[in-house]
């Protein structure tokens, strides 16, 4: 009879791993709450914020600064997570992000502020990518639209979530505890992670049983990145708003990102291990990829940005109605996603996110034909079927790049795809926003735009604020200018679907692991 010892180890050791990951799962759930209810829960504070601190005319900065960082560091987090493990990345942007909640809390001026939350974006960038990609390394194939299912879910409820919170604790506590809350929660997940968290050792080849050995860091294309990135970025989001787009600091700042972008180039070639890798856009899978998310967070930015401004100025809804009409697409995103496998099982990843964009597409197409003024359900409607459509679009993108590329280049291929997102989602704030005050500036003679003409109509409500012909002219160009940006979105959508349609393979080249 057989030693029966071997398999009562395995049987023990079985339910332990289990354990673990279930920890480790519930780190990742933890840490990308932080990352995803930053922005939401900061937005209800800033009233409170520029009272205390002052700096009215730089506190968009707090987003943007932000912003910028999360955006710039990703490449860079993702290729150190590949060389030196995930593990080591997560912490250490966790570190990060908490230290930079702890100075935010104690900031004495908006100038410290900014600076501050530059420090928790160098942190944020780490967690987005680095939890993605673990994700992935902890789930085979099959089983990972569970676990990608549940991250849709922080999103969704940290989007719901974060205004009432910051709005609770800005009124009746601190602004600075809406910093101050990181703590503990963040505190939480990094226990889990260093406690529960065990990568295996990577060898150098199959059966070689050698350690691989520490890839070389590209310090000096990491620099460039951050630089050209930081640039362009800058002038995107400051252009149009903190100077004309033809003006001289925007040319300058271009001219600088274009002659950086050179650089990159210089230096990616020459280095042994590069932050941005050439295969990154040379393989046909990956490339569409970027692409389409970078269509994606383009078109993310017309239901983001321009809904709840259209609830309140068109429909006279209050803050609180204007979000719920935005909220509802976070309900049918997570669901639609976690039903994608079931779709892209049986026709692939590719036609599935097809089949997700073409539907966005055409639901984003119908806003401008929504009845004026119209009732808060219907474009609460169209939002929760776009939610449905791109939970279709997305998550399969995501599952199917990963499973395309080893351990060794999952970091960089999934923060490749995150970074091209965040960009898609800024540039589009600069594209939307100059197409909506040209619109506005048509409609209304040459003169205001959105925010200046969005404040004009907050002074008042109720009849008296519908009656006047100057309200009602003004509503007219507001949806007007929201109808084109929807148009421009639909145009992403467009794209988005062409790309994939003439660059994606039509079967990813998944590669098998075990378990799948």
């Known amino acids: 009879m057989g030693d029966a010892r071997p398999v009562a180890r395995e049987s023990a050791r079985r339910p332990a791993e289990a354990h673990r990951r279930g920890a480790v799962v519930a780190a990742l759930m933890l840490a990308m709450a932080l990352a995803a209810l930053d922005s939401t829960i900061v937005a209800t504070a800033v009233p409170q914020i520029v009272g205390d601190l002052g700096g009215f005319s730089v506190f968009s900065w707090l987003f943007s600064g932000y912003l910028l960082a999360v955006t710039v560091t990703l490449p860079v987090y993702g290729k150190l997570s590949d060389t030196f493990g995930r593990k080591p990345v997560l912490v250490v942007g966790a570190a990060l992000f908490l230290l930079g909640s702890l100075l935010c809390a104690l900031a004495w001026n908006m100038g410290a502020l900014i600076a501050f939350r530059v420090v928790q974006g160098l942190g944020g960038g780490a967690l987005q990518g680095t939890v993605q990609t673990l994700a992935a390394d902890l789930y085979p194939l099959r089983e990972r639209p569970?676990?990608?299912?549940?991250?849709?879910?922080?999103?969704?409820?940290?989007?719901?979530?974060?205004?009432?919170?910051?709005?609770?604790?800005?009124?009746?506590?601190?602004?600075?505890?809406?910093?101050?809350?990181?703590?503990?929660?963040?505190?939480?997940?990094?226990?889990?992670i260093v406690r529960h968290l065990y990568e295996p050792q990577r060898e150098s080849g199959p059966g070689s049983g050698r350690s691989a050995p520490r890839a070389r860091v590209d310090w000096a294309?990491?620099?460039?990145?951050?630089?050209?990135?930081?640039?362009?970025?800058?002038?995107?989001?400051?252009?149009?708003?903190?100077?004309?787009?033809?003006?001289?600091?925007?040319?300058?700042?271009?001219?600088?990102?274009l002659a950086l972008a050179g650089l990159v180039v210089v230096v990616e070639r020459r280095a042994a291990e590069p932050v941005v890798p050439g295969w990154v856009w040379r393989r046909?899978?990956?490339?569409?990829?970027?692409?389409?998310?970078?269509?994606?967070?383009?078109?993310?930015?017309?239901?983001?940005?321009?809904l709840p401004t259209y609830a309140q100025a068109v429909l006279g809804l209050g803050p609180v109605a204007a979000g719920f009409v935005l909220s509802v697409w976070t309900l049918s995103w997570p669901v639609s996603a976690a039903l994608s496998q079931h779709v892209y099982r049986r026709v692939g990843f590719r036609d599935t996110a097809l089949l997700g964009i073409g539907a966005a597409a055409l639901i984003l197409l119908a806003f401008p034909f929504l009845p004026y003024p119209g009732a808060a359900w219907q474009p609460a409607l169209l939002m929760l079927l776009l939610g449905a459509a791109l939970g279709l679009f997305q998550l399969p993108l995501i599952v199917g790049v990963q499973s395309t590329v080893g351990w060794?280049?999952?970091?960089?291929?999934?923060?490749?795809?995150?970074?091209?997102?965040?960009?898609?989602?800024?540039?589009?704030?600069?594209?939307?926003?100059?197409v909506a005050n040209g619109v506005l500036a048509a409609r209304l003679g040459g003169a205001g735009d959105l925010d200046s003409v969005t404040r004009a109509l907050d002074a008042g409500t109720g009849e008296a604020w519908a009656a006047g012909a100057a309200h009602e002219a003004i509503r007219h160009a507001v949806a007007s200018a929201v109808h084109a940006v929807y148009l421009g979105a639909a145009c992403a959508a467009a794209l988005a679907f062409v790309v994939l349609l003439c660059v994606a393979p039509r079967r990813f080249p998944v590669l098998r692991e075990p378990g799948d």
Do not use: H, K
């Open 221 to 257: 294309g990491a620099l460039a990145v951050f630089a050209c990135g930081g640039t362009l970025l800058t002038a995107l989001v400051q252009g149009g708003v903190a100077w004309p787009w033809l003006s001289a600091p925007s040319l300058a700042l271009f001219g600088a990102g």
């Open 408 to 434: 060794s280049e999952r970091g960089t291929a999934t923060a490749s795809v995150l970074f091209c997102r965040q960009t898609g989602q800024t540039v589009g704030a600069a594209v939307f926003g100059a």
């Open 284 to 306: 046909r899978t990956i490339a569409a990829v970027n692409l389409a998310l970078g269509a994606l967070g383009l078109l993310m930015v017309a239901p983001t940005v321009f």
């Open 146 to 192: 569970r676990i990608q299912a549940r991250l849709s879910t922080v999103w969704a409820v940290s989007a719901v979530a974060g205004p009432a919170v910051g709005g609770v604790l800005a009124a009746y506590a601190d602004w600075r505890w809406i910093f101050l809350v990181n703590l503990p929660v963040g505190a939480v997940a990094l226990w889990l």
